[in-house]
């Protein structure tokens, strides 16, 4: 598996993420239920397709988990800027790690060649960004 990670240079407060999200939550519960929910179901799918070695369908649903992040307000405008240049490269799919607004970016490559589209194109943006592999 060919991987970017994006470095959008900001850190968030966790404490103030988590409170944030916390807020949400208390304000509409059935809706996070709901959200939280689909996001167990994503996680569980996606170790099923890493054990399979299915790189689209986890790129796929690396995209539906960073849609979720975005829905609770943990993903940030800077965040979002670099999902949207790994995808627009090529990207199998792309998502925040970590505490969110800031942080990291990982973007899912097909192969060495995208991912070094993805990874030019990161840092093209005055991101840092690197490159790994797993297996």
Same mark, same amino acid.
């Given at each position: 598996?060919?991987?970017? *990670? ?5 850190? %968030?407060?966790?404490?103030?993420? !988590?409170?944030? #999200?916390?807020? $949400?939550?208390?304000? /509409? ?12 179901? *994503? ?5 099923? %397709?890493?054990?399979?070695?299915? !790189?689209?369908? #986890?790129?796929? $649903?690396?995209?539906? /988990? ?19 240049? %790994? ?49």
């Amino acid at each position: 598996m060919f991987l970017v *990670i994006g470095n959008t240079g900001l850190t %968030a407060s966790t404490i103030e993420v !988590v409170g944030d #999200v916390r807020k $949400l939550k208390d304000e /509409n519960p059935k809706k996070f239920e709901k959200i939280f929910n689909t996001y167990k179901d *994503i996680a569980f799918k996606a170790k099923n %397709a890493l054990i399979e070695s299915d !790189v689209k369908t #986890v790129g796929n $649903l690396m995209n539906k /988990n960073h849609e979720l992040l975005q829905e609770i307000t943990v993903s940030g405008d800077i965040n979002d800027i670099i999902v949207k240049i %790994a995808l627009d490269n090529g990207a199998l799919g792309a998502k925040m790690t970590g505490t969110g607004r800031g942080g990291l970016v990982i973007a899912l490559a097909s192969d060495k060649s995208i991912q070094e589209k993805i990874f030019n194109a990161i840092q093209e943006k005055g991101y840092m960004a690197w490159k790994t592999t797993i297996g």
